[in-house]
Every structure is written in C-alpha cells, then in structure tokens.
C-alpha cells in the first residue's frame, strides 16, 4: 500500500499565500509596517535574561514534569493573577510554546473522532486535530454539536484573531456541557493579561465562580510569548484537571517533549515577575490606541477587538482585497480567511509593531 504523506491531511500554510502582498508593502519609501503575525517586537526584561544566563551551566537532561521551582511558579502565578486557587504542582505542566502543544493535544489525548473549534479560530486547532485524524466542526453554539459526543472541544477566551471575550455564564455552560457528556475542554487562554474592557475582563475556564472547585475534563492554555516577550525561548503551560495532566506527562515522557532546562529558569523568573508583565501589557495598549481611532478614521470598522493582540477590521469587502489595500500603504495584516470561512471580510492587524512602526502605519491611514 502505498504510504500517504502526513502533510497531505493538512491545508497549505497561511502565511505563504502572503508573498505578493508582503513585496507590495515592502516597496514602499518608507518600508514595510508588518503586523500580520504576532509576534513580539520589544526585548525581553533583564531578569529573565540573568536567570537564562544564570541557567546556561546545566548539562544533563531536563525533566518533561519541570523543575519543582517552576511548577510553583505557575501555581503561584494563577493564583497571584487570576484567582485560581484550586491547582496543585501536579495538575501543572510546561510545554515547548503553546502552538506545539495545541498541534499535539488532540493526538495525544488520542481525540481521533470529533474535534470542535471555534467558527473563527487560530489556525492550529485545525491542524491538530486533521494530525489526529479527527473531523472538524467549526461551531460556537453546543446546540449545533447535536446529540453526540465530541472528543475534545478548543475554546479560545479572549480570541485570536477577534479578540471576543466570554462571559461568566457562557463558560459555566461550558463547563456544564463537559460534565454532562464527558468531554474534555481545552480552553486556549494565551491572552488572558490582555483584556482592554474593563466591564467585561476575561476570565479562566479553571476561575473558581466557573467551575465551583470542580476541574475535571478542563485543560487551560497559557503562553509567556506575548505577555513575556518569550517568543524565541518557546514556553507555555498546561493546567487544569490533575488526570489528563498526568496523561499528558506520560505520553510527552516517552516522546522525549521536554523544555529545555536554561529555559525552564527563565520562564520560572518571568511568571515571579509581574512587573515586567504589566509593563509590556502598557506598551500594547499605548499600540492600540493609536492603532484603533487610525482604523476607525480610514473608514473601517472594528468588530469586538475587546481583549488581545489584535484588531478584527472591515470595509466590507473580501478580505484579500482589503489585504491588498494596505500592501499599497506599506502596511501587511492578515486576511481573515486564514481563520475559517466567517471571517473572509475582515482582516487581523496585530499590535505587535514597535512605537515608531506603529505610528508609521497610523500616519499612512490618515493618508488615505
């Protein structure tokens, strides 16, 4: 029998169908404004550097579990900044960058039957489960799930790309649903710190007013990439019901997906440091108040955007012309198609552009 390519099950990359509007904005005077990925532009603060450096000595393999110190880190980091006081050190674990263990999740929890991601939703849910040979249901509503049971549901509090943000009753709903069917939530909280409404603040599948205490069949999501500027160093965790974290730890053992010990230091000291967190937390909203009255001026319209990274923007066209559209000022985002079919005319502009760049890209709409 002849052996199917694993890349066959996948869609073509994103990003790559980019490359004419990304020469576009890279021809202009004064050089391209890219905010179509996200991905941090500011340094990282000194004292994650010094406890890399610091960790830099150690030579023998790390553990998969993370080192006593970081466990507690995260622990006491849910605690300190989202009031989850139900986690143990057990029901914790790093993982190398959120977008690995997001690909891996449905496979490794063997979820190969129903997998169901949000309408609009980041691209690697997707992924992951046609990797696990599951189908897909993009659905918002538990109604349209219908009577059957899934194997594992993606939530995304606030969204990449549209920067929705659910509410109390909605996640108790969910919650409700898993216990009701059995049903395992990942819940992708990686920009969480970034709630920009302040009647309306986004808030954890594992909060106590959610879950009563209860855990069981919820997995959270974190990533240090935005809130830490940790990117390159490849860090995030998983928390939530202490029996598929044990799961998860055991299959990730074997498959030798283990954070690199240098790195389990510095994410140790990024999550005791919240300074550094609040700090990079202003610069984004500096970003964005800049960002979102230029949009507004242009002529678009700016659709929920109430927590993130991003702007979800539309002039009511297909996407890939408004892409188009701001090629020609110099400006690269991303088209909405990348996120399923309901966003096709809208565009994702992220805040990931350093001050100056920011500001270029502000001046150039007040142009049009």
Known sequence: MARTPLGQ???????????DAKATASAHPDGIVNLS??????????????ALAESASLSGYPQTVGTPELREAIVSWLARRYSIDTLTADAV???????????????????????????????TYEVGALLAGASVLRSDSLMRIGPGRPDLIFINSPSNPTGKVLGLDHLR????????????????????GLGWNDDNPPLSILDPRVTDGDNTNLI?????????NLASYR???????????????????HAGLMVPGPIQGAMTAALQDDDQEQLQRLRYARRRAVLLPALLRAGFQVD???????????????????????AERGILVAPGDFYGPRGRQHIRMALTGSDERIDAAAARLAQS
């Open 9 to 19: 099950r996948l869609p073509d990359f994103p990003w790559d169908s980019l490359a």
């Open 37 to 50: 990925v996200g991905t941090p532009v500011d340094e990282v603060a000194p004292s994650i550097q010094l």
């Open 93 to 123: 674990l790093p993982v190398i960058g959120t977008k690995e263990a997001i690909a891996w999740l449905p496979t490794l929890l063997g979820a190969n039957g129903q997998v169901v991601i949000p309408e609009v939703a980041y691209p």
């Open 173 to 192: 709903k969910v919650v409700e649903f898993a216990r009701s069917r059995d049903v395992i939530i990942a819940s992708d909280e990686c920009y969480l």
């Open 220 to 228: 959270a999501i974190h990533s240090l990439s935005k809130s830490s």
């Open 235 to 253: 860090v995030g965790f998983l928390a939530g019901d202490q029996a598929l974290i044990s799961e998860l730890l055991e299959v990730r053992k």
């Open 304 to 326: 929920e955007s109430e927590a993130g990274l991003y702007l979800w923007a539309t002039r009511g066209e297909d996407c890939r012309a408004t892409v188009d559209w701001l």
